[in-house]
């Protein structure tokens, strides 16, 4: 004789199962070729949280880039052409608007980044980066713009020549400060993650309010909850004091 | 048969594992950490991972014991309730009794130790034999049955009918 309690938490258990399509093809992008650990955990980490801020649509060539002949034409990038490859070799790194390099992502916890700190051994990974990988961290109000390629930091948008020095086919895309400034117009934070197809902006403006943009087109994903919450996550520790350290 | 590479291995398994997680987890913002976090480990490991017979249920046993030993943040402390603010669930013909049944279980699951919620949802979801269970959890067999017993009785308490009050003083 079946078990009312059981049969009950069957079915129970298979509905809430089918509640609603996961938000999946989160592991799908990570970034497989960094050669070091903690990189690569890096990586991973920064990549899902870009890939929730999609919208759980995620689109596995954004983090596991195969450079497409059309970008390579626009923007010709010979080391990476001659060496795909290297493109995975990403190094992350994050700067406050003052210019310093404040760390690197070096682990991923339970939905938060742990930062190292900055030194030279960051800087001459950083240096050594085949993609810039922008992550701005106002330390104060106002709108900034604060772009970490290489060990360089700018406070604009790198030059086509810069860019491709280091690298990056679509870091020099003309849309990417007006949006940035559109995406901060009265401070706020935000996070940003450089890739040859585009750089998705996520930003977390005065109030709470979140708001997205791929850098490279100016198309506005949706912000989801659950981005939302990864997103404020994420940026808890960034925050300069290590209070998000995991 | 090659070896699966890591995204096909996302494309099949990774849904399979959200919604288990979401069975731990009791909600899918916890689920899809627990399940990001499992994949990093696995695709750390992914060489020696692809190679097993079952991959899945590997990643399945990572995502298990990371939700057993999972340290919350403190913002998002676990607050369990008989009142779940759940998702809405899908149109069916007897809506209103599986909402409110399926509200009042996920309340209750949620309430069981974290060990007993895993052992219900590998043995009445998963339907792994004991043995099986045992070893996802790292304990015994017999072990995983108290927990079930256990886990078991905390929800029959609940379905219980109230007792009459008919005849008392």
Not at chain 1, 73 to 97: C, H, I, T, W, Y
Not at chain 1, 164 to 192: D, T, V, W
């Amino acid at each position: 004789m079946t078990d009312p309690v059981e049969e009950s938490l069957r079915r129970s258990l298979a509905r809430q199962a089918a509640e609603r399509d996961p938000v999946i093809d989160l592991g799908a992008v990570l970034a497989r070729s960094a050669r070091r650990r903690r990189t690569r955990r890096a990586a991973a980490g920064v990549a899902l949280a870009c890939a929730a801020g999609l919208g759980g649509t995620v689109v596995p060539s954004l983090l596991n880039p195969e450079p497409r002949p059309e970008t390579l034409a626009e923007n010709p990038v010979p080391s990476v052409a001659e060496d795909p490859k290297r493109l995975q070799r990403r190094v992350l790194a994050a700067v406050g608007n003052d210019g310093r390099l404040v760390g690197s992502p070096t682990s991923v916890g339970p939905g938060v980044i742990g930062l190292s700190e900055a030194g030279p051994l960051l800087a001459g990974r950083a240096r050594r980066a085949g993609t810039a990988v922008v992550i701005d961290v106002p330390r104060e109000g106002g709108a900034t713009w604060t772009m970490s390629v290489g060990a360089q930091t700018l406070d604009r948008p790198p030059s086509e020549a810069e860019a491709r020095a280091l690298g990056s086919a679509r870091a020099s895309s003309p849309n990417a400060r007006p949006i940035a400034e559109q995406l901060l117009p009265g401070g706020g934070r935000a996070l940003a993650y450089g890739q040859p197809q585009g750089v998705l902006g996520v930003a977390v403006l005065p109030g709470g309010v979140l708001a997205t943009a791929d850098i490279a087109t100016g198309a506005r994903p949706v912000p989801t909850p659950e981005m939302a919450s990864l997103a404020l996550r994420v940026l808890r520790a960034l925050e300069p004091d290590g209070s998000g350290s995991p | 048969m090659p070896d699966p590479s890591f995204e096909e291995f996302v494309a099949v398994s990774g849904p399979r594992l959200a919604r288990y997680a979401r069975l731990l987890a009791g909600d899918w913002a916890l689920a899809e950490d627990l399940v990001q976090d499992t994949l990093v480990t696995v695709h750390l490991k992914w060489k020696r991972v692809q190679k097993m017979d079952h991959p899945e249920a590997y990643a399945k046993k990572v995502l298990t014991r990371r939700f057993l030993s999972w340290k919350r943040l403190r913002s998002s402390k676990e607050a369990p309730s008989g009142l779940l603010a759940d998702r809405p669930a899908p149109a069916a013909p007897d809506h209103g009794i599986a909402s409110a049944e399926r509200d009042e279980q996920a309340g209750m699951l949620a309430a069981l130790p974290r060990r007993q919620r895993a052992v219900l949802v590998l043995r009445y979801h998963e339907d792994m034999p004991y043995e099986q269970i045992a070893e996802v959890l790292g304990c015994t067999a017999s072990t995983a049955r108290v927990h079930a017993a256990n886990g078991i009785a905390a929800l029959r308490a609940v379905h219980a009918p109230a007792p009459s009050r008919e005849g008392a003083t």
